[in-house]
């Protein structure tokens, strides 16, 4: 008896097809040839509120909310700039979800959040202060710290963590 009588299926030889995706991080280096020596310096370190809000108050210039992360290398240097969501008149929609993606392929050590109110007041609103809340523990379960959240307003911002509500 051989093992082909005991086993006859075994003798035949078939082949499957599986098919799955496979996900790759694309990255792509932005050239820009207008002189914005003033507006983005390269290796600055972002040390206090008050520079983030100098880099990013061209937003209100913009007239619907738009919704940023400033991704940061461990010694605070921008690394990349997401612009996650612009919104409506006073609204944008933001998912730790969508934030937290690109922060990762960036392998950004910390972010900084950053958004516009377009009617100047940078008071925040009860969706700032619980998209922060929820943003500071996502970050923190995946390593990435969430160091501020400013609120650009008309000429003047408000930074959560100067404001002690993060």
Do not use: W
């Not at 809000?53 to 210039?61: G, H, I, Q, S």
């Not at 900084?112 to 619980?130: A, C, F, K, N, Y």
């Amino acid at each position: 008896m051989t093992l082909d009588t005991l086993f006859p299926d075994c003798t035949t030889t078939r082949t499957k097809t599986i098919r799955f995706k496979q996900i790759r991080a694309i990255y792509e280096t932005l050239h820009v040839s207008e002189p914005i020596t003033t507006y983005l310096q390269p290796n600055q370190r972002y040390t206090a509120p008050a520079q983030v809000y100098e880099t990013f108050k061209f937003l209100m210039r913009e007239t619907k909310e738009m919704f940023l992360t400033a991704h940061l290398d461990g010694k605070n240097r921008l690394i990349t700039l997401d612009l996650v969501s612009i919104g409506s008149l006073n609204q944008s929609i933001v998912h730790p979800r969508e934030v937290f993606k690109t922060a990762l392929l960036s392998n950004a050590a910390a972010i900084i959040l950053v958004h516009q109110h377009p009617t100047g007041d940078p008071t925040p609103s009860s969706e700032d202060l619980s998209i922060t809340r929820r943003l500071k523990e996502a970050g923190e379960i995946m390593g990435i710290k969430v160091l501020d959240h400013i609120i650009i307003g008309d000429g003047e911002y408000l930074s959560f963590v100067e404001r002690g509500l993060l």
